[in-house]
């Protein structure tokens, strides 16, 4: 039984499985955050709010490391923590540098800060030779317009410091460029509040389909656990749709990929951390689109579970107390299993979500999560507007991505109009 220091978390799919890990690893935790408002708020369906299990709630300057870690290493002198771990990405570099200060097992705090950041992710990677996109950082929209032009359109541009897809575009032209642009400037902090760095990242445009290769490096030994499809839409919005485990690829391509992402890792000097490589099989071989240095989110973490039986979950935290992670594969009777995710392409407050009941009494359903009438619904753009997802599980071969898309095609959400 360990005391786990929590940064910042609770949020997205691993709302509810990180205090999963945590409880059935018969692990205690301490919560820290600087404001207790952004959490009180409805638990994740069917299960006891995270905070009624912490052995402490505290509060502290989360966004002035500076303040915070001689704050942090007072409290560790009174209760004493064997480790820290955040969900949620804006804190990972706040966490190893707790870590750190503490003297406590983690990632080093350069490789987090390099992974968590964009730019500096495609920097690292290039001067290793790690294969990626053709790229440029610029301050502003003149210099973005000069680099695309020598990039050559179709782009992609992103925010250096933002998740979920949040401001990710594809550009075609000078217009759209100038508008993503302006996109970028107009959101100037975080749903955490942090001030955002108002750099822009023009990428290349890589064509083909897109996997992830999920890791666990614990003692400079990575362990790739698998690779995950993905399917996207909302353009020129790129919004995951949907996903598999494990990804249908050839003997060749699944080499490539996983050797692709080990490199990547070993390249930013990750380890100790469980990992999210998300990885384009282009005509021309795997390109990097960027290091996560946390599990998976969108619940792949889970599609990984039901079919390996491996929880990253726990692996996550078993890391971050310095400890071997429980990597064996069981036999849990699924060969895949897939989610698809209902994502609104209408504008509008929530009636109703059509054919739900139907999927729910299908066979090989795992979870079906779909939200309420009522909601305020705008056009998905990023992976935060999902009004839900349907799992399931396939037993006899890689057939769990058609099995989930067929039962989506009959729901539908109900809109009326704003």
Not at 55 to 84: A, K
Not at 141 to 162: C, F, N, Q
Not at 332 to 341: H, K
């Amino acid at each position: 039984m360990a005391h786990l220091l929590v940064v910042e978390s609770w949020v997205g799919s691993m709302s509810r499985l990180l205090p999963r890990a945590l409880e059935e690893g018969g692990h205690h935790f301490t919560f820290l955050t600087r404001d207790l408002r952004h959490y009180l708020r409805a638990a994740p369906e069917g299960t006891d709010h995270p905070l009624l299990t912490a052995r402490n709630v505290i509060t502290g300057p989360t966004n002035d490391v500076g303040s915070l870690l001689p704050q942090v290493e007072r409290l560790h002198e009174v209760i004493r923590f064997d480790g820290v771990v955040t969900s949620c990405d804006y804190y990972l570099p706040t966490a190893a540098r707790i870590s750190a200060r503490l003297g406590l097992p983690g990632p080093a705090v350069e490789a987090v800060e390099n992974a968590c950041r964009k730019d500096a992710t495609r920097r690292v990677l290039a001067a290793a030779g790690v294969p990626g996109p053709r790229f440029a950082v610029r301050t502003d929209g003149a210099g973005a317009l000069a680099a695309a032009r020598e990039i050559g359109y179709p782009l992609v541009v992103k925010p250096v410091d933002l998740c979920a897809g949040m401001l990710v575009r594809r550009v075609d032209d000078d217009a759209q460029l100038a508008a993503a642009c302006r996109a970028l400037a107009d959101f100037p902090r975080n749903a955490r509040g942090q001030r955002r760095t108002p750099h822009i990242l023009i990428e290349e445009f890589l064509r083909g389909p897109e996997v992830s290769v999920e890791t666990v490096t614990r003692g400079g030994v990575a362990h790739v656990v698998g690779v995950t499809d993905k399917s996207v839409g909302g353009a020129p919005a790129f919004v995951e749709t949907g996903h598999m485990f494990p990804a249908d690829l050839a003997p060749g391509d699944l080499e490539a990929v996983t050797g692709t992402a080990v490199r990547a890792g070993t390249a930013l000097g990750l380890d100790d951390v469980v990992a999210h490589t998300e990885i384009k099989l282009t005509a021309d071989g795997p390109r990097v689109v960027e290091v996560n240095p946390r599990p998976a989110g969108n619940r792949i973490t889970e599609l990984v579970r039901h079919v390996t039986g491996i929880d990253l979950a726990a692996a996550c935290v078993d890391v971050a107390l310095g400890r071997e992670p429980d990597l064996r594969r069981r036999d849990t009777g699924l060969r895949s299993a897939a989610i698809g995710f209902v994502v609104p392409d209408t504008a509008g407050t929530l009636a109703s979500v059509e054919g739900a009941g139907g999927v729910r009494e299908s066979d090989g359903v795992l979870e079906v999560q779909l939200a309420g009438a009522g909601r305020t619904v705008e056009v998905a753009d990023s992976n935060n507007a999902y009004l839900g997802h349907v799992m399931v599980g396939d037993a006899t071969g890689l057939g769990a991505r058609d099995r989930v898309e067929a039962l989506l095609a009959d729901v539908r959400p109900l809109m009326v109009r704003a």
